[in-house]
Structures are given as structure tokens and as C-alpha cells.
């Protein structure tokens, strides 16, 4: 045979069918595969003498993956593994204070998962430790993470379907034999599973692909939506990728649209922004950088069914040019209010720009009161969402109402918290009763924010478990919670602003009532810029 | 040039991670030449390579400043390819990959020594090459470029392109194996 085969070989300049005949020739010819061998060894060493920059094992990728992983196990106390993603699962299935690598050598967890065969255990300890069936807990971060929204022929395995009558869908580790399902996760990713497939909900915006097949769709607001795999961690940047992993945990990303920041999740872990267009492959190489491999995003389902598309029960716009009738333009059975109700004239708003078109404008006293027909109920599902711009202040701490749902002290009410002490500048809250959920972000900045609160229904103590908070169509965390229980009744009214003072003092703009857990799509369609 | 690498070793030593930077990008091609010479398997190379640095980091306090740094690297890289072959023999799932399966099984009894600076003698034995065979090693290597566009580049044909390349490569080889004769006659005087 002639040497230029082995030169095309080495070159991977043959086709499939040549490849063949020349390695069938070399397993006949031992003196062709000595010297092909000699042809290899010294191919591969010019490479690596005068290669320089180029390709993916360039000498300054090379050096800065050796430096990578000399500083990462240096701030891991010289563990083969990045701290990142276990002990962030680890902190976000307990919602507990972080964890300090001393704890984790303590409990023999860190030693454990020196090697990628161990750090499959240690994910096995991470999923049993919190199994996610057993009963509710009620603080926020132990909630509802993910509903699903979709499935097509899917099957699940025993134990691993959804504990919530509509699909919605607690952290743990699951199992689908067949089929597929498309997840809608609270940060308004959506993860479509082909099964057979095992996976586990770590929070409102991560999930853990112990094995099978996805396709994550990432809308801006949910940007930094994470797949972890036993080989690889995906962070999105706004985008659509696909993510297959086999039985052994080699994990395959391709990108279908925008980009995607990469690494392996053990030994180095330099990260790789991956672009539309392009694949990667995390094995069980832990040293080298992911390998590049032929792109099949075309091979995944991007689809199964219509997304869910709900209507608001009840929309107000205050795009009414004058006049007292305040009108929805849900587009249903119509539940229009005057803006001045009866003997109200010194309590009422007033008609003001808003966010667009139209709006009101409240002085702290004044409401704006809608009569509920029998449908609402306060421990069914619903959502309620508007817009509301609040003059920065400074003083007391104190609470501003901005809308109720139900009765004064019966019924949900929305509010804005301040406390000059922890320096919460109005960040919303939500409570009913005795109980509460309060997120972080503060809303009294003189600018227009989009706040919305969704009950996913249920009587109890569930208030913590079952109620999400988005700000601007972001997920909102809670940072403090007080239990409390959820009783039901007719809700009968919906009020803006609170008559009897500590009603909120600036302006709302579009208001919106789902009789039903919106989809976080829909929330953050209605706050879109 | 030894002094600076003394000093270098010596702030490694300390604590300097970045003077472990300036190490690298002096050893590194140097090293994972020799790694491919020793365990031609593309994937290996940089595994063993990478790994090799990693354990020479970690040992570095056992490193006697002013020696030679290159031997020692090629020594621990020698022994790490040998632990790579020996894991390699007990995973038969490896052979299916018939061709790498028979260039570690070779690897696991070459002759090559981690004594022998070969990515020394290669660079010299570049140099002893007329011009035009290493501009047309810096297109296959340097530039990346296919065997059709070398052939393009030179108004061959691909063939030629192919077997030249086949030709200096033997040559090379030859070269190198002179100098290691040489070394080791030298060694025995």
C-alpha cells in the first residue's frame, strides 16, 4: 500500500469506506502498521511542537486548563472536582445556609467524590437526601419548581409522577420510561425530556440530566437557566440548546440558537461559550477541554403540542379616555367598576398616564373596589399581576397595600414592605392572614416594575410551598417567609389601594386576574417592555 | 536561561502560581511532543500531559532547583503514560478502537527514554531540513491546512503533497534516533 494512505488516514481525508479497507489492511500487514505507527508518533509530536495556538489544544488553551484546575483545587482544599454545582444543589434542595467544604469533609462527602465514578454517588446522595415525595414543606424553597406543561406518549416510573393534581412538580429525582414531556420551569424555561431519561429538579431555573435526552428553550428573562450533567454544566445566555447524556454520564451539548457557556463539571473546569451551530462532548476525560463534535441539533424534538395560552379573567388598562366606568377588556363575561363609587369621591384615584395609555394615580386612602362574581375563590388557583411605579421614600418601617384580593384580613393582599433596619426599599409581599412570602427587590425607585403573585392553589399551610413571585417577569426569591394558613371563601372583591389608610401612594397601569396558575410566559408577556 | 528557570522554580516553590505559567509555556510543546512520540493517541496526549504538569505542581517541593526541570517533566510524563498503558491493557472495551488499542499496547514496550530530550532533537533536526520541506510542514502544522490545499499551495498533486509528508516525517524519525545513538554512545564514553 501506498504511504500517502497512511498520510490521508492520519489526516482523516478518507472516506468511510476507505478508512475501512486501509485499517483492514494494517490489521493484515504488520510492517504497514509498524510503519504507519512511526508515521503517527511523529505526526503527532509536530502537532504538538508546531502547532502553536491553533485548535483546541493550543499551548495557551493547554496552559490556561493546567492553571484552571491548579486554582480550583486550590480553593477546594485539592479535591479533583469543582465545588460549584454539588454543594449549590446541595444549598438549594435544604434552602440552608451555604455549605463550607469543611462540612462536606467532615460528613466523608468531598473524599468521596475525588473520582467521576464517586461524584456519581455523591449525586445519589444529594437525590436521596431530600426525596421530594414526601409531604409539602412550606417554606418557598422547597416548593413547586416546574409544571408540566406538555407530554406525548410518556410514561413514568413508579413513584416518579407529579405529586400535584395539575402537574406541578417538586425538586427530586425523577424517571420517564418512554415518551416525552416538556417542563415549564417558574423561571419560564421550558426543558423538553425524551425518555427513557432520569433527571432531578434542583430550582426554579436549574435541573440535573442524570441520563437521556433535552431540549431547554430559554426565553431572556430566565437567561442563566442551568443543565447539570455528570460530566457537564450548561449555562444558557438566552438561547436553545440540546443536551443528551448516556449511561455512563458523557454528556453531549449542541447549540441550536445563541449562546451557551459550557465546562466540564470535574477536573477542568474552564468554561467554553459554545454558538449556534456547534456541539461539545464532556466523557469521562476530566483534564482535557470538551472535545468538539459534529453538530445534530436538527436530531432533537423541539416540539410536542401547543404551548398553554390562558386569558386573564379580568383586564383593566385605564386606556379610557374619561368618564367613571372602569372597564375589563378581558374580553369575557365583563366585570367593569367606576373609578369614583358611591359616596367615595375623596377616596377614589384619579386617572393618570400610565405605563401606556392610560392609568391611575392613588393617594395612600384611596381604592378602587371590583365586585367578584361567585367563580372567585380564594384557595383556588389564581394569578395577579399589574404594573405600579412608587416614589423612592425614606422613614419608617412600615407596609404600603397595593391591591387585595378577598376582604380586608380574609383574603390575599399585595404590599410593598419597607425597612429602613434590613434596607428593604418596598420589596413586595404577600400574605394571607398570619402568613407571608417577601422577595428582595426593591419597587420604590420612582419606577414603573411589573409585580405578580400565582397560588397554585390548596387549602393549609401551604402558603409557602404554593405561591410564586415574579418581578418584571423575573422569578422573585423569597428571602423571608412566616407560615400561615390558606382558608377558603368567596374572594368577592378585588381592591387597589386600601381605603383605610397604608394604601400604596403612586401609580398602576394595566391590571390583570387569572382564575388559574398563569404559566410564567404569560406573566412575563404581560411585563414585557 | 537555566538561572531564569532556577528562579522560576524557586517562586513556584514559594507559592507563584503565575511563575507555574511561565514554566508551562516553556515546557509545554516540548512536553507534549515527547508525550506523542511516547503515547500517539490524540486524546492521551494532552490528558497526560495535562496531568503531568498538574503532578509536578504538586510535587514541586521535591524538585531540586537547578536541575534539569525538562527531564524531570519527561519523567513523570514516562511514567504517567506507562500507568495510562497498563489501565488501557485492563479495559479490553478499548480495543474496539482497534488502531489506538495497538499504538498504547506499542507504547507500553517503546524504547523512547525520558532521558532523551526528543523534542530537542526534533527542533534540531527541523532545522537541518532544506526550505521547502519545512514550509511544508508549516502548512500541514502551523496553518492547519488539508492535503488539497497544500497541494494547491504548491502546484502538486495531492499525492505528492501525501507522500512527501510521509518521506520527511521517516526522515525526521531517522534523525532523531541518530542523536539518541549518539547520546547514548556519548553516555557509555
Sequence with gaps: MKSEYLEALLSGELSGDETSRVEAALRRDDALREAYFDQAEMDHALRALLGGERGACGSEQFKKS?????????????????????????????????????????????????????????????????????????????????????????????????????????????????????????????????????????????????????????????????????????????????????????????????????????????SLVVREGLAVRADDRTRTDLSPIEYAGDRFTLRIGDRARVTPRLHYTFDESSGNAILDSSGRTPLDTFLVAEGGLESSPLRAAGRTGGGLVFESGDSLETALDSSFRLAEPHTLSFWVKIAPRL????????ARFGREGAGWEVACHFDPVTGSSGALRVSFGDGFVLGGTGLADGQWHHVAYRYLGGEGDLLGSRIHLFIDGQWEPATRWGAGTVRDGRAAVLSLGASGGGGIAGWVDEVRLYETAAPTRSVQSSAEP | MADDETRLVKRVQAGDLEAFGDLLDRHSSHLRAFVAMKLPVPHLIDEVAHETFVFAHRHIDDFEAGSDFGKWLRAIAFNLARKETLRHQRAAKNAEKYLDHCLIERAGSGGLSPDSPVAVYLEECLEQLPDRQRELLAHKYKLAESSREISEAFNQSEAWVRTTLCRIRSSLRSCIEAKMRDESFSGLA
Design chain 1, 395 to 402: 422613614g419608617r418601617r412600615d407596609t404600603m397595600t397595593l
Design chain 1, 66 to 270: 493546567v492553571l484552571a484546575r491548579l486554582r480550583s483545587e486550590a480553593a477546594g482544599e485539592e479535591h479533583g472536582f469543582s465545588r460549584g454545582v454539588l454543594t449549590a444543589i446541595l444549598e438549594e434542595r435544604k434552602s440552608t445556609p451555604p455549605l463550607r467544604w469543611p462540612d462536606l469533609l467532615k460528613a466523608g462527602v468531598v473524599a468521596a467524590a475525588a473520582s467521576v465514578a464517586l461524584t456519581f454517588s455523591l449525586q445519589r446522595i444529594v437525590f436521596d437526601g431530600e426525596t421530594g415525595t414526601s409531604g409539602e414543606r412550606t417554606s418557598p424553597g422547597a416548593g413547586y419548581l416546574a409544571r408540566v406543561e406538555a407530554s406525548r406518549d410518556l410514561v413514568w416510573a413508579t413513584s416518579s409522577r407529579p405529586q400535584h393534581e395539575d402537574g406541578w412538580l417538586q425538586a427530586g429525582l425523577r424517571r420517564i420510561d418512554s415518551g416525552f414531556v416538556r417542563l415549564a420551569f417558574n423561571s419560564g424555561a421550558t426543558a423538553l425530556i425524551e425518555g427513557p431519561a432520569a433527571f432531578s429538579l434542583e430550582s426554579h431555573n436549574r435541573l440535573f440530566l442524570e441520563e437521556g435526552r433535552l431540549t431547554a428553550d430559554v426565553p431572556p428573562a430566565a437567561s442563566g437557566f442551568a443543565v447539570n450533567t455528570p460530566r457537564m454544566n450548561v449555562v444558557d445566555i438566552g438561547t436553545r440548546f440540546g443536551v443528551v447524556v448516556d449511561g455512563e454520564g458523557n454528556s453531549d451539548l449542541h447549540v441550536m440558537e445563541g449562546t451557551v457557556e459550557a465546562s466540564r463539571s470535574s477536573g477542568n473546569a474552564v
